[in-house]
């Protein structure tokens, strides 16, 4: 039988602590070693310790969770998955904890009502055991980037054009943090971006993005046109699809693709789902299309870069040696879909030989 994830819980509240350390208690395969109040405290367990796994709360007296983070990922490096509250400053310090190397997020129980708490209970339980296996040598402390000045003049509507669908979950903030800024503003295409993330963080990850990107980047919304040199981040929890208007101009052109939100049932148990937004750009889009996927858990994409390259488009997804989690390029690459493998440094590089 392998041994038990051995798990440190970090949190100032004592209700947190014991709700979450029952939960992970409840799987044979998680062992809770020991518990901390704040960031002082988890620093001296991790080092005394040495757990496989940390879960750590973002707002906690003495020394909040950043400040904890950031001492685990330089001295001690371990997978964290972070506890973070649905608040908006909580949202943004999430998203910086990813900067700094935390493997994946979690949202707190919100109150002690147990549909609440079995809904929190799978996705804790799965991201721990996801977090375990991480190569910790892959978590990177990625320095504060200056907010960029486009001096580019906006971006005109694009009657047709091209499009790059990007996938990603366990890992893909970081990489999407890497990769975007690279793209020059006047990429001939549009981007559409599912990132697996819950809603009310997309947003602010989008924002985030936009400000260290050449490119425009936004959170999706109903009807957004897609334009060359932006890039559109599917909000959470709403599926995104490209709409083809049926309006044709008198030169005979059509309108330009415009974006569609739904709530759709969850494919393969997320929403948004890579699969749908990349059938949407392969069926619109056909050899115009370039679907990428990075780093995450599963297999949401496979099926959407399928049905790109059926139709003639072209497809790449990152290399096992720069993923931290080699599960959805894995499926594409598995399935015989990819037309190029890259590390994460080669995917802006690939992108732009393909359009």
């Known amino acids: 039988m392998p041994q038990a994830i051995k798990v440190l819980v970090v949190d100032d509240s004592a ?13 044979s395969r998680i062992e809770v070693v020991a518990t901390a109040r704040d960031g002082q405290e988890a620093i001296e367990k991790v080092t005394k310790l040495n757990p496989d796994v940390v879960t750590l ?10 400040a904890a983070l950031g001492y685990i990922m330089s001295e001690c490096p ?3 998955v972070m506890l973070s509250a649905y608040t908006r400053s909580g949202s943004e310090t999430t998203l910086k904890a990813l900067e700094y190397g935390a493997v994946d997020f979690v949202l707190k129980p919100s109150g002690p009502a147990s549909s609440n708490i079995r809904e929190v209970k799978e996705e ?7 977090a375990a296996a991480v190569d910790v040598k892959k978590l990177k402390f990625l320095l504060p980037k200056s907010r960029v000045v486009k001096h580019r003049p906006k971006a005109v509507t694009a009657r047709g054009g091209k499009v790059i669908a990007i996938g990603a979950s366990t890992g893909g903030p970081q990489a999407l943090t890497e990769i975007l800024p690279k793209f020059p503003g006047d990429i001939p295409a549009g ?7 819950p809603a009310g963080f997309t947003k602010s990850f989008a924002q985030r993005l936009n400000e260290s990107s050449m490119i425009r980047v936004k959170e999706a919304e109903e009807g957004d046109i897609v334009r060359p040199g932006q890039a559109l981040v599917a909000p959470g929890n709403y599926h995104m699809i490209v709409h083809n208007p049926s309006a044709v101009n008198n030169d005979g052109s059509r309108e330009p693709m415009t974006i569609g939100l739904n709530q ?3 494919l393969h148990g997320v929403r948004p789902s890579v699969n749908i937004m990349m059938e ?8 115009n299309s370039v679907g990428v996927l990075l780093t995450g858990m599963g297999s949401d994409g496979a099926q959407g870069m399928k049905l790109i390259k059926e139709k003639l488009g072209k497809t790449i997804a990152e ?37």
């Open 280 to 287: 949407s750009v392969a069926s619109l889009y056909g050899e």
């Open 319 to 355: 290399d096992e040696s720069s993923c931290v989690v080699f599960g959805m390029p894995k499926a594409a690459i598995d399935a015989g879909v990819v037309d190029k493998v890259v590390t994460r440094s080669q995917v802006v590089e690939a992108i732009l030989e393909m359009l």
């Open 124 to 130: 804790l339980l799965a991201k721990v055991k996801i």
């Open 78 to 80: 371990t997978p964290v």
């Open 191 to 197: 981007l559409l971006i599912v990132q697996h993330m």
């Open 264 to 266: 759709g049932p969850r």
């Open 15 to 27: 209700f947190i602590r014991t709700i979450v350390s029952d939960m992970l208690g409840s799987d």
């Open 57 to 66: 709360d973002v707002e906690m007296p003495r020394l909040d969770g950043l």
